[in-house]
């Protein structure tokens, strides 16, 4: 009796500890996944918060291959491609609330910005969008 205890005992534990098949899903989440507000914009000098009614801010759906946003003026959406450094923001598409003169020169220049940018970096809770080497905006993490 006790061998065959011994023997079910055995064979329940190297049942468990044979190695499982790896899994065919490719996808993992990535960092860029989240809401990212705008704090830097070099094109348009140190005041541009002065130049929006909000600011700015972009949320990435990596797995969804979708971005949307507001661009200190009106809503954004867009399709977005990504790996661990390139980017492809394509399909970009805004609302047409009308604002001030000042923020939609802000919106024009944001939104033609955002259809340069190739490649990104994440550091610090910061994500820097570039185009090649260029630093194009840097967004903070919010959540």
């Known amino acids: 009796m006790r061998v065959i205890f011994f023997l079910f005992i055995a064979s329940f534990l190297l049942s468990n500890c044979t190695p499982k098949a790896a899994s065919t899903k490719t996808y993992s989440p990535s960092l860029l996944h989240d809401i990212w507000v705008l704090s830097e914009f070099p094109d348009m000098g140190k005041d541009w918060k002065k130049r929006t009614v909000s600011i700015p801010q972009l949320e990435f759906f990596v797995s969804e291959e979708r971005i949307?946003?507001?661009?200190?003026?009106?809503?954004?959406?867009?399709?977005?491609?990504?790996?661990?450094?390139?980017?492809?923001?394509?399909?970009l598409a805004s609302t047409k609330k009308a604002?001030?003169?000042?923020?939609?020169?802000?919106?024009?220049?944001?939104?033609?910005?955002?259809?340069?940018?190739?490649?990104?970096?994440?550091?610090?809770?910061?994500?820097?969008?570039?185009?090649?080497?260029?630093?194009?905006?840097?967004l903070n993490k919010v959540d």
């Open 68 to 91: 949307v946003g507001y661009t200190g003026c009106n809503q954004l959406s867009g399709q977005l491609k990504s790996d661990d450094k390139n980017i492809d923001l394509n399909k």
């Open 99 to 138: 604002c001030e003169n000042e923020v939609m020169l802000f919106e024009n220049k944001f939104l033609t910005a955002l259809n340069k940018v190739n490649r990104y970096e994440i550091k610090n809770l910061k994500l820097y969008l570039l185009e090649n080497e260029n630093l194009i905006m840097v």
